[in-house]
């Protein structure tokens, strides 16, 4: 813990807005021999050698830092001991909002409210220090070996990038043949510059080059039987057809790949009913096996029709496995279906949502196989592509434009509404096309999309050795992705140390599959060269910090390792949480779910946060004073987003105090009741969006606090404490405007409902 403390004051970012020696001055009074040094320096960030020399001089072992957010300049400042910033810029003198009682003290040149929120924060800083530690690393060795399963296009490029990395490389393949589903596109769409033309794959050298290399170790008619370990450290046992094979790594690229949607999904326009009626991947090893004889083919990009007759078979139909709802208000089931036809039940209306995914895939892979079949006959065959919408993605537009120009090649937006067949051809009835008329298209044949789904939704890959089972959690959640958050951290997993790339990840053309799949490697490089040194990958890049248990306390309930949203804690032979510091990911999840208060991080605590509670001075006089609520912000997205507010002058209530906490899923029920018996007249919990539409970083942890605060209302409520006075808000980064609104709104729900009844007891 710090006991000799330095605290410096920037006066260039603060002291427009704040009388900083007087504030300087009250921090030395109240803290005494604590703070050792008090100091306003004219700008913090040119003061660097004068902290070094106190630190020295007078023996500190911590700095607090009072200016600017750490989110500004924070990297600036890399000293050798303990080191804490109070953000008395953006949520302080730039969120300050006059709230019309509030007098100016020309005497001590800002508002009072202001000063005391400053004060109030300072302190904090000080109780933060003071309740810390120095974390120490939880390095583990870090096998400098990468675990790529899936041969395929993907996996072959990840296990080569690796390999020229200087890493040894396992890469472990389900089939008897390298190359997946790249075996049957021997020309693919643009793979580089101009992105004009079509490209060889050259797959043949591609596979040569991964068999001939030293550093890559390659396994087929292989399967994972099991992994077990941490990242840098991690076990797998594989299945070959010589028996298991056991080897060590140090991270995983998963790179298996897709599998078609069934096809009962677009049973309602043919396929699987007429010969004449394929997907595009079957379409595409006709094409490679020369058995593809048609003059006029339509491909059709627009599904809205299957998706229609999928939607409407479902309705009224409960889930599988469900009994059917009451006769009373209940929905009417569907009619049962004739013989031959296709059931559907509710499930059925995510899996086709593939199609949709798959929607950019098809567009690419649509016009190269039109080009394709105009090239083998000479553009003596006709082809017609029918889209909805046209999907390229990026730099691939180029590929587009040159195919409107393509002999042979047709396109216009339509609405299919209808595919039959017609003795030996097929007719395709669009509406609403670009031509400005509807027709009826008559062609040999007709090429649907295919819906890519992930390996990951139909088997279990990796087979994880994990309390928490063998399979990714929650797959269902991104339907059957393996990536967790695709927006902020590409490539993650819910299982640190596991990195997806391709179509495992998210349907991707196969330029984008190369570029994912050296982006998988970077990350897996990145991972064991952290694991080596003791600290987390992400989302905390570079935390020394990792749970720390209390075992003596430890009443065996499961909650911390049920809740990890990452598997980092498995049960030792006696039931009680077995750490994995390398899988851990810093959010503190475990130590908001406990308890007993038996888990905490060297530098972020349940004592700390307690301690920063009970700092701030909360008034008796509720008319007088105005009320004083507790604001814990995720510092992922909601202190982002109030930095961004108060940078752009959006104030908000003074009367608020804010906490950063890790994630939301680290709040602890006994900081509420911390503030409640202080005298808080409420606490507000701000933080990622959940749900369908979830942002959060750590995946789970706004979700989990909203079950946590239903718990907590209940125990208000026995204490004759208005639940609405806890309340759990969710933002965006990207929504700082919103955020001042949100925080008055509850402020003001505050004041209508009065003072806190614990309050000055």
Same mark, same amino acid.
């Not at 509710?346 to 016009?367: P, Q, W």
């Not at 990890?564 to 039931?575: Q, R, S, V």
């Not at 990911?585 to 700390?608: K, L, M």
């Not at 804010?658 to 005298?679: E, F, Q, T, Y």
């Given at each position: 813990?710090?006991?000799?403390?330095?605290?410096?004051?920037?006066?260039?970012?603060?002291?427009?807005?704040?009388?900083?020696? &007087?504030?300087?001055?009250?921090?030395?009074?109240?803290?005494?021999?604590?703070?050792?040094?008090?100091?306003?320096?004219?700008?913090?960030?040119?003061?660097?050698?004068?902290?070094?020399?106190?630190?020295? &001089?007078?023996?500190?072992?911590?700095?607090?830092?009072?200016?600017?957010?750490?989110? /500004?300049?924070?990297?600036?400042?890399?000293?050798?001991?303990?080191?804490?910033?109070?953000?008395?810029?953006?949520?302080?003198?730039?969120?300050?909002?006059?709230?019309?009682?509030?007098?100016?003290?020309?005497?001590?040149? &800002? %508002?009072?409210?202001?000063?005391?929120?400053?004060?109030? !924060?300072?302190?904090?800083?000080?109780?933060?220090?003071?309740?810390?530690?120095?974390?120490?690393?939880?390095? /583990?060795?870090?096998?400098?070996?990468?675990?790529?399963?899936?041969?395929?296009?993907?996996?072959?490029?990840?296990?080569?990038?690796?390999?020229?990395?200087?890493?040894?490389?396992?890469?472990?393949?389900?089939?008897?043949?390298?190359?997946?589903?790249?075996?049957?596109?021997?020309?693919?769409?643009?793979?580089?510059?101009?992105?004009?033309?079509?490209?060889?794959?050259?797959?043949?050298?591609?596979?040569?080059?991964?068999?001939?290399?030293?550093?890559?170790?390659?396994?087929?008619?292989?399967?994972?039987?099991?992994?077990?370990?941490?990242?840098?450290?991690?076990?797998?046992?594989?299945?070959?057809?010589?028996?298991?094979?056991? +080897?060590?790594?140090?991270?995983?690229?998963?790179?298996?790949?897709?599998?078609?949607?069934?096809?009962?999904?677009?049973? %309602?326009?043919?396929?699987?009913?007429?010969?004449?009626?394929?997907?595009?991947?079957?379409?595409?090893?006709?094409?490679?096996?020369?058995?593809?004889?048609?003059?006029?083919?339509? @491909?059709?990009?627009?599904?809205?029709?299957?998706?229609?007759?999928?939607?409407?078979?479902?309705?009224?139909?409960?889930?599988?496995?469900?009994?059917?709802?009451?006769?009373?208000?209940?929905?009417?089931?569907?009619?049962?279906?004739?013989?031959?036809?296709?059931?559907? +039940?509710?499930?059925?209306?995510?899996?086709?949502?593939?199609?949709?995914?798959?929607?950019? /895939?098809?567009?690419?892979?649509?016009?190269?196989?039109?080009?394709?079949?105009? #090239?083998?006959?000479?553009?003596?065959?006709?082809?017609?592509?029918? !889209?909805?919408?046209?999907?390229?993605?990026?730099?691939?537009?180029?590929?587009?434009?040159?195919?409107?120009?393509?002999?042979?090649?047709?396109?216009?937006?339509?609405?299919?509404?209808?595919?039959?067949?017609?003795?030996?051809?097929?007719?395709?009835?669009?509406?609403?096309?670009?031509?400005?008329?509807?027709?009826?298209?008559?062609?040999?044949?007709?090429?649907? %999309?295919?819906?890519?789904?992930?390996?990951?939704?139909?088997?279990?890959?990796?087979?994880?050795?994990?309390?928490?089972?063998?399979?990714?959690?929650?797959?269902?959640?991104?339907?059957? @992705?393996?990536?967790?958050?695709?927006?902020?951290?590409?490539?993650?997993?819910?299982?640190?140390?596991?990195?997806?790339?391709?179509?495992?990840?998210?349907?991707?053309?196969?330029?984008?599959?190369?570029?994912?799949?050296?982006?998988?490697?970077?990350?897996?490089?990145?991972?064991?060269?952290?694991?080596?040194?003791?600290?987390?990958?992400?989302?905390?890049?570079?935390?020394?910090?990792?749970?720390?248990?209390?075992?003596?306390?430890?009443?065996?309930? =499961?909650?911390?390792?049920?809740?990890?949203?990452?598997?980092?804690?498995?049960?030792?032979?006696?039931?009680?949480?077995?750490?994995?510091?390398?899988?851990?990911?810093?959010?503190?999840?475990?130590?908001? &779910?406990?308890?007993?208060?038996?888990?905490?991080?060297?530098?972020?605590?349940?004592?700390?946060?307690?301690?920063?509670?009970?700092?701030?001075?909360?008034?008796?006089? @509720?008319?007088?004073?105005?009320?004083?609520?507790?604001?814990?912000?995720?510092?992922?997205?909601?202190?982002?987003?109030?930095?961004?507010?108060?940078?752009?002058?959006?104030?908000?209530?003074? !009367?608020?105090?804010?906490?950063?906490?890790?994630?939301?899923?680290?709040?602890?029920?006994?900081? +509420?009741?911390?503030?409640?018996?202080?005298?808080?007249?409420?606490?507000?919990?701000?933080?990622?969006?959940?749900?369908?539409?979830?942002?959060?970083?750590?995946?789970?942890?706004?979700?989990?606090?909203? =079950?946590?605060?239903?718990?907590?209302? #209940?125990?208000?409520?026995?204490?004759?404490?208005?639940?609405?006075?806890?309340?759990?808000?969710?933002?965006?980064?990207?929504? !700082?405007?919103?955020?001042?609104?949100?925080?008055?709104?509850?402020?003001?729900?505050?004041?209508?409902?009065?003072?806190?009844?614990? =309050?000055?007891?």
């Amino acid at each position: 813990m710090a006991g000799k403390i330095g605290v410096y004051f920037d006066q260039q970012n603060i002291g427009g807005g704040l009388d900083v020696e &007087a504030l300087a001055a009250q921090t030395a009074e109240k803290w005494g021999d604590l703070t050792a040094v008090v100091k306003v320096v004219p700008v913090l960030a040119l003061a660097l050698d004068e902290i070094k020399a106190d630190i020295e &001089a007078q023996g500190l072992d911590g700095v607090l830092l009072c200016g600017a957010s750490p989110r /500004v300049d924070g990297e600036l400042y890399r000293l050798p001991v303990l080191i804490e910033h109070v953000n008395l810029r953006e949520q302080c003198v730039q969120a300050y909002k006059n709230p019309d009682r509030s007098p100016v003290d020309t005497a001590k040149g &800002a %508002p009072e409210l202001l000063r005391l929120m400053a004060r109030d !924060y300072v302190n904090m800083g000080v109780v933060k220090l003071q309740k810390s530690e120095a974390p120490e690393a939880a390095s /583990v060795a870090g096998v400098q070996r990468i675990l790529v399963i899936g041969g395929g296009w993907t996996g072959l490029t990840a296990a080569l990038e690796a390999a020229a990395t200087g890493y040894e490389v396992v890469l472990v393949e389900k089939s008897d043949k390298l190359g997946g589903a790249a075996n049957n596109i021997p020309m693919a769409s643009p793979l580089a510059s101009p992105w004009e033309n079509k490209q060889s794959t050259n797959l043949v050298a591609k596979v040569s080059e991964a068999m001939g290399s030293p550093k890559i170790k390659i396994y087929t008619s292989a399967r994972m039987q099991k992994l077990e370990g941490q990242p840098g450290e991690f076990k797998a046992a594989i299945d070959t057809a010589s028996g298991t094979v056991e +080897v060590e790594v140090g991270a995983v690229v998963l790179a298996t790949g897709w599998v078609a949607l069934d096809q009962k999904y677009l049973a %309602p326009m043919g396929l699987g009913k007429s010969p004449m009626v394929v997907d595009a991947a079957t379409f595409g090893k006709m094409l490679v096996a020369d058995q593809v004889k048609a003059n006029r083919i339509a @491909f059709v990009l627009d599904t809205t029709m299957a998706e229609k007759a999928v939607t409407e078979a479902v309705e009224g139909c409960p889930l599988e496995g469900e009994a059917p709802a009451p006769e009373s208000g209940a929905t009417p089931a569907a009619a049962p279906a004739a013989e031959g036809e296709e059931v559907f +039940v509710k499930e059925d209306l995510e899996s086709i949502r593939h199609l949709a995914y798959s929607n950019a /895939v098809n567009s690419v892979g649509m016009l190269r196989l039109a080009n394709t079949v105009c #090239e083998k006959t000479d553009d003596a065959c006709q082809t017609f592509i029918l !889209y909805k919408d046209m999907t390229v993605p990026g730099i691939l537009e180029r590929f587009y434009k040159k195919m409107q120009e393509r002999l042979g090649v047709m396109m216009t937006k339509a609405d299919v509404t209808d595919i039959r067949e017609a003795g030996n051809h097929m007719v395709v009835e669009c509406k609403n096309t670009l031509l400005g008329m509807d027709f009826d298209l008559d062609v040999d044949m007709v090429v649907l %999309p295919t819906g890519l789904v992930p390996t990951t939704a139909k088997d279990v890959t990796i087979h994880f050795d994990y309390r928490q089972g063998p399979d990714f959690p929650d797959l269902a959640l991104f339907d059957g @992705f393996a990536d967790s958050n695709y927006i902020c951290f590409p490539y993650e997993t819910r299982r640190t140390g596991v990195y997806a790339a391709g179509c495992v990840r998210q349907p991707l053309t196969m330029d984008a599959c190369e570029e994912d799949a050296k982006g998988a490697v970077l990350k897996a490089v990145q991972c064991i060269e952290a694991a080596s040194h003791g600290v987390a990958v992400h989302p905390r890049s570079g935390d020394l910090s990792y749970p720390l248990f209390n075992m003596v306390r430890c009443t065996q309930c =499961k909650r911390c390792t049920e809740e990890c949203p990452f598997g980092a804690l498995d049960d030792d032979e006696k039931g009680t949480p077995r750490l994995n510091p390398t899988r851990c990911r810093r959010c503190g999840t475990c130590f908001g &779910a406990c308890p007993e208060r038996v888990i905490s991080f060297a530098n972020y605590n349940i004592d700390q946060i307690g301690s920063m509670i009970r700092e701030v001075q909360v008034p008796k006089d @509720f008319k007088k004073d105005g009320p004083r609520v507790l604001i814990l912000a995720c510092e992922n997205d909601a202190y982002p987003a109030l930095d961004m507010a108060g940078e752009r002058h959006k104030p908000w209530s003074p !009367y608020c105090r804010i906490i950063p906490v890790r994630c939301l899923g680290s709040v602890n029920a006994i900081w +509420v009741s911390d503030a409640m018996s202080k005298g808080y007249d409420g606490v507000m919990l701000l933080g990622c969006k959940y749900g369908d539409d979830y942002q959060c970083h750590f995946v789970k942890g706004s979700e989990i606090c909203a =079950k946590r605060k239903d718990n907590i209302a #209940e125990t208000l409520n026995r204490l004759g404490v208005q639940p609405e006075r806890v309340e759990l808000l969710e933002v965006a980064i990207d929504e !700082y405007d919103k955020v001042p609104n949100l925080i008055d709104g509850f402020v003001d729900r505050i004041m209508a409902m009065g003072p806190n009844p614990f =309050k000055g007891m």
